[in-house]
Antibody, heavy 126, light 112 residues
Framework: QVQQVQTGAEVMKPGSSVKVSCRTSGVTFSGYSVNWFRQAPGQGPEWMGGIIPFLETTQYAQKFQGRVTIAADKSTHTAHMDLVNVTSEDTATYYC???????????????????WGQGTRVTVSS | DIELTQSPLSLSVTPGESASISCRSSQSLVHANGYSYLDWYMQKPGQSPQVLIYLASNRAAGISDRFSGSGSGTSFTLKISRVEAEDVGIYYCMQGLHTPVTFGPGTTVDIK
């Protein structure tokens, strides 16, 4: 059974950093993409970025460029998302999702997010 | 960023009837390979999103054939046939051709 299992809820102080991890089991890790989304209460999902472990290629949404780092550990089938300098606006549920990827030249396209993690609630509060 | 608009934003359906949701993109979602990079997801309260349709018209693994997708370019449709109580949720279209990946505002479907 394919699963994406995320680390547990976090409560952070403004200005600190948060790391959320996502372990893939039951399926090949490297050949697909692992993407990170967040969803604030009452809002739709928002894509933060993605990684293709096999190619060691990452792409980020411009909105998060410089604040988010996505990495993958192929030995443990685990992807990590680090978000620095958090504020109250970063309070949300964070999801990882395994997806398909098509690449041409220097661009990769992420789609068909078939397996999602259970979500990690991140609360930023002083 | 690519803007996706959905209509209607809410839908109340009688069980057994059909429902359609439209999604329009601010730019074409057709790649040179001929595929339109448009997916449909459904999210139930308190749950993670679930993919229904990928590349505009391909049903995801394990998804009922009551769900179908159509369209290309900038105009897409999700059709739900023979609506059931378990179809209640928020439906999002999502594009993956242009970075960043973006979602539509969502259409809330409930049962009459």
């Amino acid at each position: 059974q394919v699963q994406q299992v995320q680390t547990g809820a976090e409560v952070m102080k403004p200005g600190s950093s948060v790391k959320v991890s996502c372990r893939t089991s039951g399926v090949t890790f490297s050949g697909y993409s692992v993407n990170w989304f967040r969803q604030a209460p009452g809002q739709g999902p928002e894509w933060m970025g993605g990684i293709i472990p096999f190619l060691e290629t990452t792409q980020y949404a411009q909105k998060f460029q410089g604040r988010v780092t996505i990495a993958a550990d192929k030995s443990t089938h685990t992807a990590h998302m680090d978000l620095v300098n958090v504020t109250s606006e970063d309070t949300a549920t964070y999801y990882c999702a395994r997806g398909a990827r098509d690449c041409s030249l220097s661009l990769c396209y992420f789609y068909y997010f078939g397996q999602w993690g259970q979500g990690t609630r991140v609360t930023v509060s002083s | 960023d690519i803007e996706l608009t959905q209509s209607p934003l809410s839908l109340s359906v009688t069980p057994g009837e059909s429902a359609s949701i439209s999604c329009r993109s601010s730019q074409s979602l057709v790649h040179a390979n001929g595929y339109s990079y448009l997916d449909w997801y459904m999210q139930k309260p308190g749950q993670s999103p679930q993919v229904l349709i990928y590349l505009a018209s391909n049903r995801a693994a394990g998804i009922s054939d009551r769900f179908s997708g159509s369209g290309s370019g900038t105009s897409f449709t999700l059709k739900i046939s023979r609506v059931e109580a378990e179809d209640v949720g928020i439906y999002y279209c999502m594009q993956g051709l242009h970075t960043p990946v973006t979602f539509g505002p969502g259409t809330t479907v409930d049962i009459k």
